[in-house]
């Protein structure tokens, strides 16, 4: 297996032209780019105070304890999810920092967001004289839920799409992000109602099954919710303005809040978990599965036809583009190159080829032209390092 520079010399058939490998690829960098730092710094400042005053909450309300106990068990649901969401985001993976950030908006600004709502419900409900009878319980779980919780993680997908819009530009970038604030906002739920069941519960028992339903049966169950939201901000991510992108991520909450809502009503009117479960839960599981399955197969596709056009252009050859473009071929070229010493180069050699073929997309759609065409630069500017990285380790 070789990497070479050689490639078709016929033109890639786009109205947007393609560089050669001949000319330069120097670009200056985009101004938003500052911005971008000065919201990041600014948007982990906030977040990690409101984390440190939910922990705070959380501590008062469970006791020391249970919070320590029940953050353990939590832990268990969050590595299950996390292992699905690293496979979904495999082939183009997010910026951490976006990904950190978009935890930690599910895991203290949504689940604050919801801890407020829910006490000024409780506020007006205590002056009017509102009991706790059973409707109040449906409006509870039913209506305010879905709606406040969904709305407050909607929010979150919103800011990273105004803030890292680069870096959010397919659905599949949407279920990622959408997850990650799920998964985060799980997280934080999951310790509150495992510290209660240990608060309350007179054995183990109780507690076990609690954490069974939600834990090990259930834990994708918030992040097939949001994800409803950023799959469709990802489809419209790729032409919406900054200003038209509320209105998609209103059409995502329509969903989002349906199934969010038909989840806890479950609680309510169904008798037998179990079955019900079973019968309606697992198979939409699955639904979402072969929906994210078949948008990964379109990443890769994607990839392809864009870097068929930098071959034409001069470089890759039609061999790279079949290894870059497939997941088999990636695995066996990176044991290859990690057999022969070279293997961060190939890492890095792949990974920007994605980059580059993302990018590129964005060109020919004409989305924020200027800071593809950085990207564009930057990726084959990587590529040519990682290009020279490799032969020079080969020859060796």
């Known amino acids: 297996m070789t990497f070479g520079s050689q490639a078709s010399e016929h033109p890639a058939a786009n109205p947007q032209p393609v560089l050669h490998s001949t000319q330069p ?128 993680k909607a929010l979150g997908l919103l800011i990273l799409f105004w803030v890292v819009r680069r870096q959010f530009d397919g659905p599949v970038d949407g279920i990622v992000y959408g997850a990650m604030i799920a998964v985060g906002f799980a997280f934080t739920e999951n310790i509150q109602y495992f510290g209660l069941a240990l608060g309350e519960a007179q054995g183990f028992g109780e507690v076990g099954e609690i954490f069974v339903m939600r834990g090990l049966m259930s834990p994708f169950a918030h992040v097939m919710f949001t994800a409803c939201t950023g799959v469709i901000m990802g489809f419209a991510s790729r032409r919406a303005t900054p200003f038209g992108m509320v209105g998609w991520a209103a059409l995502g909450l329509v969903p989002a809040i349906l199934l969010h809502a038909f989840w806890n009503g479950s609680a309510l009117f169904v008798t037998d978990f179990y079955a019900y479960y079973f019968t309606v839960q697992v198979p939409l599981f699955v ?72 990018a590129r997309h964005r060109i020919v759609l004409g989305r924020d032209r200027a800071a593809a065409h950085y990207d564009e630069s930057v990726m084959l500017d990587r590529i040519v390092d990682a290009r020279r990285r490799m032969d020079g380790s080969a020859s060796v």
């Open 287 to 358: 639904i979402g599965f072969v929906i994210v399955y078949f948008l990964r197969r379109q990443e890769r596709d994607l990839t392809m036809r864009h870097l068929q056009e930098y071959a034409a252009a001069g470089w890759f050859t039609a061999q790279e583009v079949g290894i870059l473009s497939t997941g088999q071929g990636r695995r066996a070229a990176a044991a290859w190159a990690r057999s022969h010493g070279i293997g961060d180069a190939f890492e890095q050699f792949a990974r920007s080829a994605t980059r580059l073929a993302f």
């Open 25 to 152: 690829v120097l670009a200056g960098r985009p101004r938003g780019d500052n911005t971008v730092l000065v919201w990041a710094i600014v948007g982990y400042a906030v977040l990690s105070l409101i984390a440190l005053m939910v922990t705070v909450y959380l501590l008062a309300f469970l006791g020391a304890t249970a919070f320590v106990v029940a953050g353990i068990l939590a832990l268990v649901p969050l590595a299950i999810v996390l292992l699905g969401i690293s496979w979904i985001d495999r082939w183009e993976p997010e910026p951490r920092g976006a990904l950190a950030f978009a935890f930690l908006w599910g895991a203290a600004a949504s689940v604050a967001i919801a801890l407020l709502f829910d006490l000024g419900v409780q506020l007006v409900a205590a002056v009017v004289g509102i009991g706790d009878g059973f409707w109040s319980l449906f409006l509870s779980l039913v209506v305010q839920a879905p709606i406040v919780e969904e709305l407050g």
